[in-house]
């Protein structure tokens, strides 16, 4: 039979050949065809893969969120200032409260137009559970009343409220940790609305992490913003005041700025 030309059954084979997959003339290496359709038969036998379910998260991360999640019922549940404060008591999430010796929860008068709000409670006002009462408290009621301000004034206009963002002392006065600040801030939140004052002093980085989500109190002092619904004026911290007198300029400046804030929005 010449090249060109194949019977029928010729072609037949071939067509048989390469439908059952000899589809190459020769190979570099020889190829296993029962091997490959085991392999095969394999692979469809496996049962099918299940689609992963969520990852499981760390566990100290849905702690602090179940840490938040109670702070806000708690806190949302008082409708007192009192209320507030067996809250606070009752709250089991934060660790800071089991090396404390007390609860410090406010100082001054709650019908104060301004609010005060700190960091934490050191040494001295862990021992007599009232924010400011050590050296910085001492600086911070001389600041106030040069501006006719003080916590123990019985009228509205030149009373102050004051608390902490942290209502337990933080051990060997460390700074409080972000998920400190986080787990604290809705009872914070709370307290602001029920005291319901015109204005925020906001003392210090911590306090500023904390009501306006920044850090850096040298470029954020002095400049009015606001938070929760109010003017609220960062500051320099008492303590670092203690420790940079220099920067009582600045401070004095703020004061002024609060005190003039007041006239002008006095009430009728
Ligand atoms: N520093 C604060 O921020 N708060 C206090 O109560 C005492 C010192």
């Not at 404060?85 to 089991?92: I, S």
């Not at 409670?121 to 501006?147: C, N, Q, S, T």
């Not at 337990?168 to 400190?180: A, C, F, L, V």
């Not at 989500?213 to 500051?235: C, K, Y």
């Amino acid at each position: 039979m010449s090249a060109g030309m194949h019977s029928l059954g010729d072609l037949e084979a071939l067509a048989y050949q390469v439908a059952m997959g000899a589809d190459e003339a020769i190979s570099e290496t020889p190829v296993n065809r029962y091997a490959q359709s085991a392999a095969l038969v394999a692979q469809k036998a496996a049962p099918p893969r299940v689609a992963p379910g969520p990852v499981p998260r760390p566990t100290e991360e849905t702690a602090a969120e179940d840490a938040i999640g109670a702070a806000r019922a708690l806190s949302g549940a008082a409708t007192t200032l009192e209320e507030l404060e067996a809250a606070l008591a009752a709250f089991e999430h934060c660790d800071l409260k089991r090396g404390a010796r007390s609860l410090v929860f406010c100082d001054g008068r709650p019908e104060a137009r301004v609010m005060i709000i700190g960091e934490a409670p050191g040494r001295d006002e862990d021992i007599e559970g009232r924010p400011f009462v050590g050296r910085a408290g001492k600086l911070l009621d001389r600041m106030l009343g040069a501006i006719d301000l003080g916590r123990s004034a019985t009228d509205a206009e030149r009373a102050v409220y004051i608390t902490n963002i942290l209502p337990w002392r933080p051990p060997q006065n460390r700074d409080p940790k972000p998920e400190e600040i986080a787990m604290m801030k809705p009872f914070v939140e709370r307290h602001v609305e029920l005291v319901g004052p015109d204005l925020l002093v906001l003392m210090g980085n911590i306090s500023c992490q904390a009501m306006l989500g920044r850090r850096g109190i040298t470029r954020l002092r002095g400049s009015w913003t606001e938070t929760l619904v109010r003017p609220a004026l960062p500051m320099f911290h008492p303590a670092y005041l203690l420790r940079n007198p220099a920067a009582k300029r600045e401070a004095w400046a703020d004061l002024l700025s609060l005190k003039a804030r007041l006239r002008q929005s006095a009430r009728p």
